[in-house]
Nanobody, 125 residues
Framework: QVQLVESGGGLVEAGGSLRLSCAVR????????MAWFRQPLGKEREFVAG????????KYADSVKGRFTISKDDTNDTGFLQMNSLKPEDTAVYSC??????????????????WGQGTQVTVSS
């Protein structure tokens, strides 16, 4: 059974940075495509960033382009989301997701088989 374990959330002032990590644990085999989604309080979950399984192509939501960077370390089955120039509107519960689909970055929640427990990111103004 595959589990995703997240870390790195917290409280930061506007303009600050945070780095989220997502470790794939359990019966892992092969590389994973990974993504980050977020859900602000009272709103629906939305795609933030994703990285494809083999080619490492990346895709970002327009709201985070130029500020967030997604990456992954296949040797250690860990994904990262570097968040810079944070804004109050980035406040949300951030969740990592993974699958082993080939090809393009998927942006729909239904395309991901494994999910982390979620970590709170709060950006104060």
């Amino acid at each position: 059974q595959v589990q995703l374990v997240e870390s790195g959330g917290g409280l930061v002032e506007a303009g600050g940075s945070l780095r989220l990590s997502c470790a794939v644990r359990g019966r892992t085999y092969g590389n994973y495509a990974m993504a980050w989604f977020r859900q602000p309080l009272g709103k629906e979950r939305e795609f933030v960033a994703g990285i494809s399984r083999i080619s490492r192509d990346t895709k970002y939501a327009d709201s985070v382009k130029g500020r967030f960077t997604i990456s992954k370390d296949d040797t250690n089955d860990t994904g990262f989301l570097q968040m810079n120039s944070l804004k109050p509107e980035d406040t949300a519960v951030y969740s990592c997701a993974a699958n082993q689909l080939p090809g393009i970055v998927r942006i729909m929640t239904k395309d991901y088989d494994y999910w982390g427990q979620g970590t709170q990111v709060t950006v104060s103004s």
